[in-house]
């Protein structure tokens, strides 16, 4: 099993928490539509409208340029020397009596470049590398402009994999510029993990939060403390069987008083295509969920919380999503 990032050590219990949940004062309907071109470009338009009756969305297009290697090969008698493909251009002569080579070998590093519009008419660019610079290193360069006020961001990112490692680090170039570094160790189940936050324009620790986990892939739990060590928290996620899931949170602010927070979810897979989720929180906040792919390439999701301490009052919420994928 591969180690999480330090963000996702608790990811089974969060994910189950609230992700497929549509009525969230987030968004109150989506829609998204997911394409792919003939010649590998991938399109997704978001759009989404909150119970304040804002909407949202953006447009993205995703092109990846997979690593090739081309070959050109001059003057060619005999080869003997061995080529180094790690090496994006490289170049090879061998001189002896009676025989001479030269080979050139340049190799595409490939790239995955995404660029993003959004409805705030921001303009997003991401460019990644993978495994190119170092096996298991991926980098990331993130640029933001908006065109309104002439102002521009920039980010940098870093991924770092190993079996029993996963170190990530996201640097803020314009900010600060600020630093944000987390690390993950891992064996045979159990998980401890770190992160830590830098303002090096003020040369000093922003932020800092620490985990432990243990994962198998029946279940989970894991123990996080975050904002400074002020805030605890505890969820346990149990994969019951191929069709039944549960999990569990539970939440400590040091800093708000002696109030424990509680949320308890539940999965069920009706069939192969649909499934029906609800949860419950210490504030008697009730939320059914259920989605069901209609047909290949629509996906429906349906939602609904209720506040079962105040059924009189207009404090429910509802909210849909339409997904489609050709």
């Given at each position: 099993m591969s180690i999480p990032a330090f963000s996702d050590i608790a990811k089974s219990s969060n994910d189950l928490l609230?992700?497929?949940?549509?009525h969230t004062a987030a968004s109150?309907?989506?829609?998204?539509?997911?394409s792919k071109a003939p010649n590998g470009v991938s399109f997704n338009v978001k759009g989404k409208s909150t119970h304040d009756s804002n909407t949202a969305g953006s447009i993205e297009a995703k092109y990846k340029d997979d690593p090739s290697g081309t070959?050109?090969?001059?003057?060619?008698?005999?080869?003997?020397s061995p080529i180094d493909r790690s090496s994006n251009i490289s170049c090879q002569a061998l001189i002896r009596p009676g025989q001479a080579s030269l080979l050139m070998f340049y190799r595409r590093a490939g790239l995955t470049l995404t660029q993003a519009w959004t409805t705030a008419n921001v303009l997003d660019t991401k460019i990644e590398v993978?495994?190119?610079l170092a096996k298991g290193l991926k980098a990331e360069l993130l640029t933001q402009y908006l065109p309104k006020s002439n102002t521009y961001g920039a980010k940098t990112n870093l991924y770092f994999k190993q079996p029993n490692f996963h170190g990530r680090a996201f640097f803020d170039l314009f900010k600060g510029p600020t630093a944000t570094i987390d690390a993950v160790l891992g064996h045979e189940g159990f998980l401890v993990g770190a992160e830590a936050g830098y303002d090096v324009q003020k040369a000093a620790i922003t932020r800092y939060s620490a985990a432990v986990g243990y994962t198998v892939p029946q279940y989970s739990a894991a123990i996080t403390a975050t904002n400074n060590l002020s805030v605890f928290a505890a969820s346990y996620y149990h994969k019951v069987n191929s069709d039944v899931e549960a999990g569990a949170k539970a939440t400590w602010d040091s800093k708000a008083g002696d109030k424990v927070g509680l949320e308890v979810a539940s999965k069920w897979r009706l069939d192969p295509t649909s499934f029906a989720k609800a949860k419950v929180n210490d504030r008697g906040i009730a939320a059914i969920a259920?989605?069901?792919l209609l047909r290949p390439g629509f996906t429906l999701g349906l939602g609904a919380s209720f506040d079962t301490q105040n059924l009189n009052e207009a404090a429910h919420k509802v909210g849909a999503s339409f997904t489609f994928d050709a």
């Amino acid at each position: 099993m591969s180690i999480p990032a330090f963000s996702d050590i608790a990811k089974s219990s969060n994910d189950l928490l609230t992700k497929d949940f549509y009525h969230t004062a987030a968004s109150a309907a989506n829609l998204e539509i997911k394409s792919k071109a003939p010649n590998g470009v991938s399109f997704n338009v978001k759009g989404k409208s909150t119970h304040d009756s804002n909407t949202a969305g953006s447009i993205e297009a995703k092109y990846k340029d997979d690593p090739s290697g081309t070959f050109f090969n001059h003057l060619l008698f005999l080869i003997r020397s061995p080529i180094d493909r790690s090496s994006n251009i490289s170049c090879q002569a061998l001189i002896r009596p009676g025989q001479a080579s030269l080979l050139m070998f340049y190799r595409r590093a490939g790239l995955t470049l995404t660029q993003a519009w959004t409805t705030a008419n921001v303009l997003d660019t991401k460019i990644e590398v993978e495994n190119q610079l170092a096996k298991g290193l991926k980098a990331e360069l993130l640029t933001q402009y908006l065109p309104k006020s002439n102002t521009y961001g920039a980010k940098t990112n870093l991924y770092f994999k190993q079996p029993n490692f996963h170190g990530r680090a996201f640097f803020d170039l314009f900010k600060g510029p600020t630093a944000t570094i987390d690390a993950v160790l891992g064996h045979e189940g159990f998980l401890v993990g770190a992160e830590a936050g830098y303002d090096v324009q003020k040369a000093a620790i922003t932020r800092y939060s620490a985990a432990v986990g243990y994962t198998v892939p029946q279940y989970s739990a894991a123990i996080t403390a975050t904002n400074n060590l002020s805030v605890f928290a505890a969820s346990y996620y149990h994969k019951v069987n191929s069709d039944v899931e549960a999990g569990a949170k539970a939440t400590w602010d040091s800093k708000a008083g002696d109030k424990v927070g509680l949320e308890v979810a539940s999965k069920w897979r009706l069939d192969p295509t649909s499934f029906a989720k609800a949860k419950v929180n210490d504030r008697g906040i009730a939320a059914i969920a259920y989605n069901v792919l209609l047909r290949p390439g629509f996906t429906l999701g349906l939602g609904a919380s209720f506040d079962t301490q105040n059924l009189n009052e207009a404090a429910h919420k509802v909210g849909a999503s339409f997904t489609f994928d050709a």
